[in-house]
T-cell receptor, first 111, second 115 residues
Framework: SQQGEEDPQALSIQEGENATMNCSYKTSINNLQWYRQNSGRGLVHLILIRSNEREKHSGRLRVTLDTSKKSSSLLITASRAADTASYFC???????????FGKGTHLIIQP | DTAVSQTPKYLVTQMGNDKSIKCEQNLGHDTMYWYKQDSKKFLKIMFSYNNKELIINETVPNRFSPKSPDKAHLNLHINSLELGDSAVYFC??????????????FGEGSWLTVV
């Protein structure tokens, strides 16, 4: 069954603005990851946050995790046109399940 | 020096045909996967292999058969192709399975269109 669900499905903002995407999931997890997919390309890992962490930063990316609400958010600050892509959250429950991906948020940065 | 490479990138074929997609990773990873992404971009795991052994086999038709000749290769063979098989198939690999914290490295995808 689908684990992560991203919100919104699509987001269009002006270059320089911040972009926030949310992810909700249903079962307990070991960690949650965010991936980016450019049009016509494979997914690329962005950041991983473990279940005992609440916030993590990587460059212009900020990820939060609230295990009590089973939700995560990805914030991209000072967006650039090159950030235009689809962003997926993926949950890892450990064991042999692998990662379970949501349907993604399509982010468009208007120049 | 591509990390996870899969071929072909594009494949157009008729219903009923049999086709294969090949995948190779040069990252030295123990685990390889096949994912299917549908037209709505939903990405679903199909198979997972760890050191040539099948770990995950999600509910996919038995027309799909993965083959791992060694831990660097995981090929996907599809028999009797149907229209609904049209999708993008991604090969991927990760350093290990069974532990949390796996980061998955994806190939560029194989666009399969069944006509």
């Amino acid at each position: 069954s689908q684990q992560g669900e991203e919100d919104p499905q699509a987001l269009s903002i002006q270059e320089g603005e911040n972009a926030t995407m949310n992810c909700s999931y249903k079962t307990s997890i070991n960690n949650l990851q965010w991936y980016r997919q450019n049009s016509g390309r494979g997914l690329v890992h962005l950041i991983l946050i473990r279940s005992n962490e609440r916030e993590k930063h990587s460059g212009r990316l900020r990820v939060t995790l609230d295990t009590s609400k089973k939700s995560s958010s990805l914030l991209i600050t000072a967006s650039r046109a090159a950030d235009t892509a689809s962003y997926f959250c993926a949950t890892d429950r450990g064991g042999a399940d692998g990662l379970t991906f949501g349907k993604g948020t399509h982010l468009i940065i208007q120049p | 020096d591509t990390a996870v490479s899969q071929t072909p990138k594009y494949l157009v074929t008729q219903m009923g045909n049999d086709k294969s997609i090949k995948c190779e990773q040069n990252l030295g990873h123990d685990t390889m996967y096949w994912y299917k992404q549908d037209s709505k971009k939903f990405l679903k795991i199909m198979f997972s292999y760890n050191n040539k052994e099948l770990i995950i086999n999600e509910t996919v038709p038995n027309r799909f058969s993965p083959k791992s000749p060694d831990k660097a290769h995981l090929n996907l063979h599809i028999n009797s192709l149907e229209l609904g098989d049209s999708a993008v198939y991604f090969c991927a690999s990760s350093p290990w399975t069974g532990l949390s914290g796996n980061t998955i490295y994806f190939g560029e995808g194989s666009w399969l269109t069944v006509v």
